[in-house]
C-alpha cells in the first residue's frame, strides 16, 4: 500500500510540475508556492498545512528566490516540511486521503481540465468578426508569453555558462596563487643559501659566474612574480565584471517574471470583459430582459408587490410580442396570397372559434376604430 501511495504521491508532483514549469528539469525556488497551489486545487483543499509549515516554506523560499531546485529535491523538502516528516502519512493521518482518494480526485481533475480544453466555443457572440478578432488578440498574447518564455530559459542557460566561467576562473586564481608561494620560497631558500655561503677569493672567476647566474635567475623569477601578480589582478577584475554580469542577468530575470505576469493578468482581464459584454447583449433582448430582471427581482427583493410587478409586465410583453408576430404575419398572407373564394365570406365565424379569438389577440375587432385604421393600412 506504501508503495501505491508513493507511486500515486510522484504523480501528483509530476503533474503539477508540468503545469507550472513545463518539461523543465529545474525550477526556481519562487515557483514552489504554484505547485504546492496545484497540488491543493487537485486535492480539493484550500490549505493542506498549517501556520508553521507554510512559514517553513516562506523561509525557504526567501532565502534565495532564483536558487533551482530539482525535481527529487523539492519531494524531500516536501517530506521534510510537514509535521510527520512524510507527506504520504501526513496526508492519510491529517486529511484522511487514501492512495484511492487521491487517484479519484487526480482523474476527476484531469477529466475536467481536459473537458475544458475540448469544449467547444458556443456562437454567443453578436458577429463572427468580432469573435475572431477577440481570439486572434488572445493567440498573439499566448505566442508573446511563450515567446518570451523561451528568452527565459535561454538566460537561465547563459546564467549557467557564467557560473561555469567563475569556477574555471577561481581554479585559475588559485593555481597561480599556489606557484607564487612555491616561487616566493625559491627566491627566500636561495637568499638563506646565499647568507650561508662562506667568503671566497674575489678573484675567483668560477666564484663570479656564479654569483651572476644568481642574480639572473632571482631577476628572473622576480619578474615571473610580477607577472603572475598583474594576471592575479587581471582574474579578479574578470570576476568583478562577471559578477556585475550576473546581478544585471537576475534583474533582467526578474523584470521578465513580472512582465509575464502582467500580461497573463491583462489577458484575464479582457477575457472577463467580453464575457461581460456578451451578458449584457443577451440580456438585453425583450423577452430574455424581462425574465432576467424577474429572476433578479426574485432573487434580490423579496417584496410580494415586486414580484406580482415583474409577473404582470412579463404577460403584457408576452401579449404584445404576440400581437406584432400575428400582425406581421397577417400582413404576408395578405400580401402574398391568391384572392380568396366566395365560400369564405359565407362561413365565416368572425374568428369566435379560432384559437387567437380565444387568447385575447383578435381584441382589436371590438374597437370600432382600431379595426378602421386596421383595415386602410391593409388597404393602402
Known sequence: MIATQQNIIDKLIDICWKRVRGTSDFIF???????????QDILQKDSLFNERENEIIKQFIQSDPMKKLQKQELKKFIDRSVEFGNFEIFLFNRHKLTSYEIK???????????????????????NREYKYKVWDELRQKDDYI??????????????SSLLSQID????????????????????????????RQPPVNKSNAVYHLQLKERDLTIKKLDQVGKEYKKRIHQLEQQQLETSKAMNKLKQSI?????????????LINKTNDDTSNLKKFVTSLPIIK????????????????MFALNI????????LFGMVVQMTYRTGILLFSTSPSPATYVY?????????????????RNIPWLEKLIYHYLEW
Open 254 to 266: 526578474l523584470e521578465q517574471d513580472k512582465l509575464v505576469g502582467r500580461l497573463k493578468e491583462k
Open 348 to 364: 365565416d365565424s368572425y374568428g369566435k372559434n379560432r384559437l387567437n379569438y380565444r387568447l385575447g389577440f383578435d381584441v382589436w
Open 104 to 126: 479519484r480526485r487526480i482523474e476527476q481533475n484531469s477529466l475536467s481540465n481536459d473537458s475544458m480544453t475540448n469544449t467547444k466555443i458556443p456562437r454567443l457572440l453578436p
Open 29 to 39: 525556488l519562487s515557483q514552489i508556492r504554484p505547485i504546492i497551489n496545484e497540488i
Open 168 to 195: 574555471e576562473q577561481l581554479l585559475a586564481v588559485k593555481t597561480l596563487k599556489g606557484e607564487n608561494l612555491t616561487l616566493k620560497k625559491h627566491i627566500q631558500e636561495l637568499e638563506s643559501q646565499l647568507s
Open 290 to 305: 424581462q425574465w432576467y430582471i424577474l429572476l433578479k427581482y426574485k432573487m434580490d427583493n423579496k417584496s410580494t408587490k
Open 312 to 319: 404582470m409586465l412579463l404577460v403584457l410583453t408576452a401579449w
Open 146 to 159: 511563450k515567446e518570451k518564455t523561451q528568452a527565459l530559459e535561454s538566460k537561465d542557460l547563459k546564467y
